[in-house]
């Protein structure tokens, strides 16, 4: 079965940093795109970060270029969301997302996803 399992959210005070994890079981990492999303109450579900399978090309929402970076380490089956000079509006709840084979920009779009983990809290509050 597979399954994204996300860790390192938390408290943050504005200006700090998390990084958050994503252990996946049940297929091998390396040839799949992963993706990271956020979502606050009342509010749509909004990419963040992609890595797409195979090329390791990697996509960022504007609102997060230059501060978050996302990762793989294919051999501990495991992505990372490193995210930095953490902002109010970051506060949300962080999803990631597995899919096979998905390449490109498309990585960006969650309707192409089918594997999801059960998020972790991100806060932001001095």
């Known amino acids: 079965q597979v399954q994204p399992v996300e860790s390192g959210g938390g408290l943050v005070q504005p200006g700090g940093s998390l990084r958050l994890s994503c252990a996946v079981s049940?297929?091998?990492?390396?040839?799949?795109?992963i993706g990271w999303f956020r979502q606050t109450p009342g509010q749509e579900r909004e990419g963040v970060a992609c890595?797409?399978?195979?090329?390791?090309?990697?996509y960022y929402a504007d609102s997060v270029l230059g501060r978050f970076t996302i990762s793989r380490d294919n051999a501990k089956n495991t992505a990372y969301l490193q995210m930095s000079n953490l902002l109010p509006d970051d506060r949300a709840v962080y999803s990631c997302?597995?899919?096979?084979?998905?390449?490109?920009?498309?990585?960006?779009?969650?309707?192409?996803?089918?594997?999801w983990g059960q998020g972790t809290q991100v806060n932001i509050s001095s």
């Open positions: 890595i797409s399978s195979s090329d390791e090309t990697r």
């Open positions: 049940g297929f091998t990492l390396a040839n799949y795109a």
């Open positions: 997302a597995a899919h096979p084979y998905l390449f490109g920009s498309t990585c960006q779009r969650s309707e192409y996803y089918d594997y």
